[in-house]
């Protein structure tokens, strides 16, 4: 639909499970975001890569941990979660430092559940 | 920190009518975006419109921007049951290129 495709959609796994999201981009954009959305919240920046490098780490928990092996693929990796991390994460994509204007292009999103 | 703050929360009309949604932001700016996001999906840009441009058209889609009140309007015109869905401005913060967003307006039309 838009360029940015993420994987898995849906995701459910208990507070000592390991498991990653992952967000590929076609676009030949330089930055990548991950983002966190819960109900009744204001969009949470939590990572943002441009030209591979991380550049932001918005006061994240160390139990999320992004990779970014290249400028189309980026990962979430998770492990030991409490519930109160249950929330959609959307990765996003953008030209980065180099545009002006940066619109973002989403993908689709991963619900995730912490039991 | 959270940049724009979209005005109101919630908005219900009938199909036919105008929705009219309005972002406020803190500091200055070189642009501002407009997204929209179906339930539990990802968001989709829906307009930008640069600091030194007053109004622009995309379709049914009219914004307006005001920089001596650092606000901006959308407005969906002759709405529809598929423009529902939350709105969200986005405003880069200080001089940073990455868009802040804010809580959104849940805009729901009545067919």
């Known amino acids: 639909e838009t360029g940015v495709t993420q994987t898995p959609r849906h995701l459910v796994m208990g507070m000592t499970n390991k498991k990653s999201l992952k967000c590929e981009q076609h676009?030949?954009?330089?930055?990548m975001y991950w983002y966190k959305q819960s109900a009744k919240k204001p969009l949470e920046l939590m990572f943002v890569y441009n030209f591979k490098e991380q550049t932001e780490n918005n006061s994240v928990p160390s139990r999320f941990s992004p990779e970014c092996p290249n400028s189309s693929h980026l990962f979430l990796h998770l492990h030991t979660l409490q519930p109160e991390d249950s929330a959609l994460y959307l990765c996003?994509?953008?030209?980065?430092?180099?545009?002006?204007?940066?619109?973002?292009?989403f993908g689709p999103g991963t619900r995730l559940t912490v039991l | 920190s959270q940049q724009g703050e979209e005005d109101p929360q919630a908005l219900s009309i009938q199909e036919g009518e105008n929705a009219t949604m309005n972002c406020s932001y803190k500091?200055?700016?070189?642009?501002l975006q407009w997204y929209r996001q179906n339930s539990g999906r990802g968001l989709v840009h829906l307009i930008l419109i640069r600091s030194n441009e007053r109004e622009k058209h995309s379709g049914r889609l009219r914004v307006t921007l005001d920089t001596s009140k650092k606000s901006s309007s959308l407005l969906i015109t002759a709405s529809r049951a598929a423009d529902t869905a939350s709105y969200f401005c986005a405003t880069p913060t200080g001089g940073s290129y990455i868009p802040t967003f804010g809580r959104g307006t849940s805009l729901i039309v009545h067919p």
């Open positions: 996003a994509s953008s030209q980065g430092s180099g545009g002006v204007y940066n619109e973002q292009f």
């Open positions: 676009l030949g954009h330089n930055a």
């Open positions: 500091t200055s700016i070189n642009n």
